[in-house]
């Protein structure tokens, strides 16, 4: 009753009623007859205080339930939908394979993304551990290079039983959590720029950048004499893993690995340099090309208190590796001086006692070859549209270059 | 993407009919636009983000299941954070009964008056929230949600629909809110100044 009186007593005599000067608080004066009223009532001025008082309070107050992990853990929309479709199917018109909608097509392709992501992260593990290259100096324990080359046949459908077999039997909403997990793993950093490929320059001006190169004296026939140079700057990529998100992929899909369980490290980098390396491309008359490139090894640094032989033969034991590629991967025994190459299922590959005076390895497609050879710690690749043999005698004939004199 | 989709897609009106209709993509354009907003009231109330996300989710379900009627003043949005509101504050109260957490917080704000210091400046970061959760629960149903809704960014109107009240009502449900919050908080008390209205 007195809280009615009250009221009464303020909206004759004019004053602003509770709302009023709440809405105050917001959004200033609506009127100039408001704004009057508050600058010669006390009642009022002092109510406004007061609520502005309590405001304030309840905003600060309300302000720490907003932390920061708001802006870092709120679940991603598209994820969240995945999560809801798998709760809802069955339900009316949402279908397990409808791909019929916005958000299914989104969602369906972020998957197809994060599959692609783990079939890439996995097979560049293998490639790092399953070939490391360890320097010749070796004045770190963990810094590799390559020294030799070894060919790895690898069915084109290697991964196929890891998407069969451990993601087909998640439901929709596990694939978007791991897609997520995915996201969380780490970050992946590259100086390169694929979009930014070097001008073509002559070889006098590849050598004032580059330094000394070799070119071949014997070319297949019909192939010009004189090349396009490319010098390729060098450059670095690393690869930073957040530990616990690691562990916690490799606990959820339940793989056999072990090597992260001892690390105390928040994060591991592994980081690839490249030094300078020069391309020369040689063209026939219909534009057939055949490529030399040469390069000092690659430098791959892995942190020091990762155990890379360990993790190698996790990854070794994983069970969706075709014996036979395990087989091959094992038999290369001095693995941390050997650059894996993969081929593909089709391909042959032959290793050679000599490529210009040094041990390589030849490989033969379906419409090429390739030979790559590794001398005074350069690496040395010929490939291209020719013959094996056209390609191995270019190969063979490689010799420093010298400017024809005018 | 949500941006993108707000710019080229109909009102709520439009898309509740289709989800009455059964068109899926209409829920999720609902879904899109309004996930966010309402996960974070939920996160507000209930602190765990995993809980929060399935009250908003479930929010979503009770939508598609049994669409709310085409009224004239039909709103899904305010609907919407109604329903999550509710749930989350729910969910604060059936958490106090199964934790003994409170008295725990109890026993610090006994600490607190002893000592003659702002409770939120003693408890710990963690526990803040926690401590202001548990009062916020405590207020009246449309004090709470009207608190929470205008701290996640929605207008008076908005409010107003969202609670089933005139627009001119809002002002003072706000402002007693957050008088009864302060109060319970303590928050200015131990500084003397206590308020007589």
């Given at each position: 009753m007195e809280a009615v009186a009250m009221?009464?007593?303020?909206?004759?005599?004019?004053?602003?009623?509770?709302?009023?000067?709440?809405?105050?608080?917001?959004?200033?004066?609506?009127?100039?007859?408001?704004?009057?009223?508050?600058?010669?009532?006390?009642?009022?001025?002092?109510?406004?205080?007061?609520?502005?008082?309590?405001a304030t309070a309840a905003t600060a107050a309300l302000a720490r339930l907003d932390d920061a992990r708001d802006r870092t853990d709120a679940p991603e929309v598209i994820a969240a939908y995945g999560r809801l479709r798998s709760r809802l199917m069955g339900d009316r018109w949402i279908e397990p394979d409808s791909r019929d909608s916005h958000m299914s097509e989104l969602w369906n392709r972020r998957w197809v993304r994060a599959s692609g992501a783990i079939t890439a992260m996995l097979v560049m593990m293998l490639v790092f551990t399953a070939s490391p290259m360890r320097t010749v100096a070796n004045d770190f324990l963990n810094q590799f290079r390559v020294q030799k080359f070894v060919a790895v046949t690898i069915p084109m459908d290697m991964l196929q039983p890891l998407?069969?077999?451990?993601?087909?039997?998640?439901?929709?909403?596990?694939?978007?959590?791991?897609?997520?997990?995915?996201?969380?793993?780490?970050?992946?950093?590259?100086?390169?720029?694929?979009?930014?490929?070097?001008?073509?320059?002559?070889?006098?001006?590849?050598?004032?950048?580059?330094?000394?190169?070799?070119?071949?004296?014997?070319?297949?026939?019909?192939?010009?004499?004189?090349?396009?140079?490319?010098?390729?700057?060098?450059?670095?990529?690393?690869?930073?893993?957040?530990?616990?998100?690691?562990?916690?992929?490799?606990?959820?899909m339940n793989l056999p690995i072990f090597a992260f369980q001892d690390v105390t490290a928040d994060t591991l980098?592994?980081?690839?340099?490249?030094?300078?390396?020069?391309?020369?491309?040689?063209?026939?008359?219909?534009?057939?090309?055949?490529?030399?490139?040469?390069?000092?090894?690659?430098?791959?640094?892995?942190?020091?208190?990762?155990?890379?032989?360990?993790?190698?033969?996790?990854?070794?034991?994983?069970?969706?590796?075709?014996?036979?590629?395990?087989?091959?991967?094992?038999?290369?025994d001095d693995w941390e001086s050997t650059l894996i190459i993969p081929v593909p299922e089709g391909a042959t590959s032959e290793n050679l006692d000599d490529v210009n005076g040094e041990p390589g390895l030849l490989i033969e497609y379906e419409d090429g070859a390739a030979v790559l050879w590794q001398k005074d710690g350069i690496l040395y690749a010929v490939f291209g549209q020719a013959s094996a043999d056209a390609v191995r005698d270019a190969a063979d004939s490689m010799e420093r270059w010298q400017p024809i004199a005018e | 993407m949500a941006q993108a989709a707000m710019t080229a897609e109909p009102t709520d009106r439009v898309l509740l009919d289709g989800v009455r209709h059964g068109d899926e993509r209409a829920?999720?354009?609902?879904?899109?636009?309004?996930?966010?907003?309402?996960?974070?009231?939920?996160?507000?109330?209930?602190?765990?983000?995993?809980?929060?996300?399935?009250?908003?989710?479930?929010?979503?379900?009770?939508?598609?299941?049994?669409?709310?009627?085409?009224?004239?003043?039909?709103?899904?949005?305010?609907?919407l954070y109604r329903v999550v509101t509710n749930a989350a504050f729910n969910a604060v109260r059936a958490r106090r009964r199964r934790r003994n957490w409170f008295q725990r917080l109890a026993a610090r704000r006994?600490?607190?008056?002893?000592?003659?210091?702002?409770?939120?400046?003693?408890?710990?970061?963690?526990?803040?929230?926690?401590?202001?959760?548990?009062?916020?629960?405590?207020?009246?149903e449309r004090q709470r949600t009207a608190l929470v809704l205008r701290s996640s960014g929605l207008s008076y109107a908005e409010i107003a629909e969202a609670l089933g009240v005139n627009a001119n009502s809002v002002g003072t449900i706000l402002a007693r809110a957050e008088r009864a919050l302060r109060e319970k908080l303590g928050v200015g008390m131990v500084d003397g100044g206590g308020r007589d209205g």
């Open positions: 009221a009464e007593r303020r909206r004759t005599r004019g004053c602003l009623t509770e709302g009023q000067l709440r809405l105050l608080l917001d959004a200033g004066p609506k009127s100039g007859a408001e704004r009057d009223h508050l600058a010669g009532c006390r009642r009022c001025t002092e109510q406004l205080e007061l609520m502005r008082r309590d998407q069969s077999g451990l993601l087909e039997n998640m439901s929709d909403a596990e694939k978007a959590e791991i897609q997520q997990q995915l996201e969380r793993l780490g970050s992946f950093e590259t100086t390169f720029d694929l979009d930014q490929l070097p001008a073509p320059v002559t070889l006098a001006e590849a050598e004032r950048q580059y330094g000394p190169f070799n070119v071949p004296g014997d070319l297949p026939a019909d192939y010009a004499t004189v090349p396009d140079a490319y010098v390729v700057e060098d450059g670095g990529a690393s690869l930073t893993l957040n530990v616990g998100e690691v562990q916690a992929l490799i606990e959820r980098t592994f980081e690839v340099t490249t030094d300078p390396a020069v391309v020369l491309q040689y063209t026939t008359s219909d534009g057939q090309p055949l490529s030399v490139v040469q390069t000092k090894s690659p430098r791959l640094v892995t942190p020091a208190d990762f155990d890379m032989n360990d993790f190698r033969e996790d990854l070794l034991g994983l069970p969706f590796l075709p014996p036979d590629v395990v087989a091959q991967l094992r038999a290369v | 829920f999720e354009a609902l879904f899109e636009r309004h996930f966010s907003g309402v996960y974070g009231a939920a996160r507000r109330v209930v602190g765990s983000p995993e809980e929060a996300e399935e009250i908003a989710l479930d929010a979503f379900v009770r939508l598609y299941q049994r669409p709310i009627a085409d009224t004239d003043d039909a709103n899904v949005r305010g609907w006994q600490l607190v008056n002893e000592h003659h210091a702002d409770p939120l400046e003693v408890v710990s970061a963690s526990d803040e929230a926690a401590w202001v959760r548990a009062h916020l629960a405590e207020l009246p």
